[in-house]
């Protein structure tokens, strides 16, 4: 009796022995074809592997024994990481209490009664970091106003990052959007950048805009201020809208397709009770 339990757990103790062995085998054999894959993939010279290499390498291998290619040059951050951004340069034409004054050519016309509204803007608030700006538009001589009428109107500042060329609202089309900022000069540079809709980081120099003699813009009027919306005026569309940096003046077209088409808006940089072409400027503090 003893020597057949004695004989049963020898039997016992070989089968252990034996799946230990064949464990060991498995797990031999396996590296032995990793090794075998990774000298097929580098084609037996040592030559680094390229990308597609690694990742059928590291597919094989599983992630116990993923590899990289370690002569390979650290990857520079690709578009999908762009560096720090920085708003367009401040421009003393661009801040919240800065005026404009000029005028907005209604039809296309050559001199019909009532072709030319006088119109003031007031820049209220700028937002350089989000591409924002707001203020209030003053029209004299609409048709059907018995007075002045006074918008309050929301802007989007062009900088490729919070905004684009594409406006892609308010009705507006990628072609609405070539015809109307081709009008501009300056916006030739960027007019093949606009066409295929790409932004900053896909071109890699829309950074221009930053120090651009031009700053380009949307302005959408909201509301009125002072009157009702039966004035006789229309606030469906909205304005492209370009400032030269070094005099102030601004220049707009207004975009609605229930309107005429292509009202030229000419505005001069003002200050209240000043000659046109005053510079507004902030306070300052002497210490």
Known sequence: MERRLANLASERLSERRGVQELQLLRSLRARELHVTA???????????????????????????????????????????????????????????????????????????????WRVMVRIQELDRGRGLVSGSMWAENVPHAKSPVVTFWEGEVVDDVNHSFITAKWGASRADDLRHWSKFQGFCSFKRQAQRGQGRWATGNCGRLREWPYIFMRWKERFFVNVGEDCGLTIAGFYYVCLERASGRIEGFYFDPSSTPFQHLDLQASCPGAAPRCQSFGTFEYR
């Open 38 to 116: 990774m000298e097929q993939l580098l084609g037996g010279n040592g030559e680094a592997c390229s990308e597609e290499e690694l990742e059928a390498l590291n597919y094989i291998m599983g992630p116990s024994y993923a590899v990289g290619d370690g002569d390979a040059a650290e990857e520079e951050p690709g578009p999908s990481e762009p560096p720090d951004y920085q708003p367009p340069a401040p421009c003393s034409y661009l801040q919240a209490g800065q005026g404009f004054e000029g005028r907005q050519r209604v039809a296309r016309v050559v001199n019909p009664q009532g072709e030319y």
